[in-house]
T-cell receptor
Framework: DTAVSQTPKYLVTQMGNDKSIKCEQNLGHDTMYWYKQDSKKFLKIMFSYNNKELIINETVPNRFSPKSPDKAHLNLHINSLELGDSAVYFC??????????????FGQGTRLTVV | AQSVSQHNHHVILSEAASLELGCNYSYGGTVNLFWYVQYPGQHLQLLLKYFSGDPLVKGIKGFEAEFIKSKFSFNLRKPSVQWSDTAEYFCAVINAGGYQKVTFGIGTKLQVIP
């Protein structure tokens, strides 16, 4: 069973469209994240949710709106897609407060291409 | 704020050569340290991790890393690389207290020539 799963794996869409990427984790973790990996492979955190509450929002355009319906899901909705949004988006999860032994588990990534 | 520096951005080695990738982090508190590998077109995979205890940690595929607290370093090593080790390698830290986030280094592209 996949611990952190994202759908879709690939997404090609036109500029100006609105799209969503879904993420689910079955690890029972209370914290979930979205990361963006650009064309230079740099991984940058976008958002983090803990128990459905937004705790990290790293200067991401308002066109990006995360939604966490429950602890196990963190979806990413993107409005008015731009060429610069083309990237690989990774979802991850971890468990807060494990006495220091904290590890993040990553999904397989969603490769978004805006044309 | 925590940060991670990887000094080698692109490394080219011949098969059987030894590998050492540098990683330094900046954070005042307790951290957990990781190395991830990303093979071409694939997702992130955990190579190894350090939480506490023995500062020399062994991971998968013959990789190891040494945590040197005084130097804020967590360098990755492998005695003899293979062509299949060609990939992007990311050092990462997560702060052990408070609300954690994983901070990645910029990555090192390793190219192994047969």
């Amino acid at each position: 069973d996949t611990a952190v799963s994202q759908t879709p794996k690939y997404l090609v869409t036109q500029m100006g469209n609105d799209k969503s990427i879904k993420c689910e984790q079955n690890l029972g973790h209370d914290t979930m994240y979205w990361y963006k990996q650009d064309s230079k492979k740099f991984l940058k955190i976008m958002f983090s949710y803990n128990n459905k509450e937004l705790i990290i929002n790293e200067t991401v355009p308002n066109r990006f709106s995360p939604k966490s319906p429950d602890k196990a899901h963190l979806n990413l909705h993107i409005n008015s897609l731009e060429l610069g949004d083309s990237a690989v988006y990774f979802c991850a999860s971890s468990q807060h407060g494990q006495g220091g032994n904290t590890e993040a588990f990553f999904g397989q990534g969603t490769r978004l291409t805006v044309v | 704020a925590q940060s991670v520096s990887q000094h080698n951005h692109h490394v080219i080695l011949s098969e059987a050569a030894s590998l050492e990738l540098g990683c330094n982090y900046s954070y005042g508190g307790t951290v957990n340290l990781f190395w991830y590998v990303q093979y071409p077109g694939q997702h992130l995979q955990l190579l190894l991790k350090y939480f506490s205890g023995d500062p020399l940690v062994k991971g998968i595929k013959g990789f190891e890393a040494e945590f040197i607290k005084s130097k804020f370093s967590f360098n990755l090593r492998k005695p003899s690389v293979q062509w299949s080790d060609t990939a992007e390698y990311f050092c990462a830290v997560i702060n052990a207290g408070g609300y954690q986030k994983v901070t990645f280094g910029i990555g090192t592209k390793l190219q192994v020539i047969p």
